[in-house]
């Protein structure tokens, strides 16, 4: 709609600079007595008079419709974003929590295993994290599912008044720290360093929103 609007102001203008080209032609033509640029200049204005008032009133009507559209958007955007903040920050608590679960599993597998001095076996560990953790995964990541169908609709109504990118990337954070719950990976200490920066990440990112 903006492109149309553009478009319309650009003819408008053209028909505008016509009407007055126009306009003296007739005035020269009934100056010089000369019929043929009297009769052009006339013809020429009233066409190109009709032309501009009707580029004028059809782009007054877009320009009306325009911030229409864009006032409900932003209404449609602040309403939305109340739901993004809420369902964010209850996927991210409940992420730091299962987080937090797994990294003291895992420390209490490690001491277990040194305590009775048998192999301590890394995937075997992480497969028992995540099946101990099965539940609230499920959970985190339809929390997940729904902050993206709430960020679609951000993007829906994102005119360029409220920050969209801060959502989007809030948004990325939260599902690296969904993915990692979901699916640790690595050593006990890699895991905790990273889940630790995510979590930071996941925080700074909700308090920017």
Do not use: C, R
Not at 17 to 35: C, D, E, N, P, R
Not at 110 to 120: A, H, M
Not at 139 to 145: H, S, T, W
Not at 180 to 191: I, N, T
Request: charged share 25%.
């Amino acid at each position: 709609m903006k492109f149309v609007i553009i478009i319309l102001s650009i003819i408008s203008i053209l028909a505008l600079l016509a009407l007055i080209g126009f306009g003296i032609t007739w005035v020269m033509g009934k100056i010089s007595k000369k019929q043929g640029m009297k009769i052009t200049g006339k013809t020429g204005t009233l066409i190109s008079g009709i032309l501009f008032l009707f580029l004028l009133l059809v782009t007054g009507i877009s320009g009306g419709i325009y911030s229409h559209q864009t006032v409900e958007m932003n209404k449609n955007f602040k309403n939305v974003s109340g739901d993004f903040k809420s369902e964010y920050i209850s996927t991210a608590a409940k992420a730091e929590e299962i987080g937090n679960s797994e990294d003291d599993f895992w420390s209490d597998s490690i001491d277990i295993s040194t305590n009775k001095d048998s192999t301590y076996n890394v995937n075997k560990t992480v497969d028992s994290i995540v099946d101990v953790e099965s539940s609230d995964i499920k959970k985190v990541k339809k929390g997940l599912k729904k902050t993206e169908l709430l960020l679609s609709e951000l993007k829906k109504n994102d005119t360029g008044k409220y920050s969209y990118d801060t959502y989007e990337k809030s948004y990325i954070n939260l599902k690296k720290m969904v993915n990692l719950v979901s699916s640790p990976s690595g050593s006990y200490y890699s895991f905790g360093n990273k889940f630790s920066d995510l979590d930071h990440e996941v925080e700074d990112s909700y308090s920017s929103l």
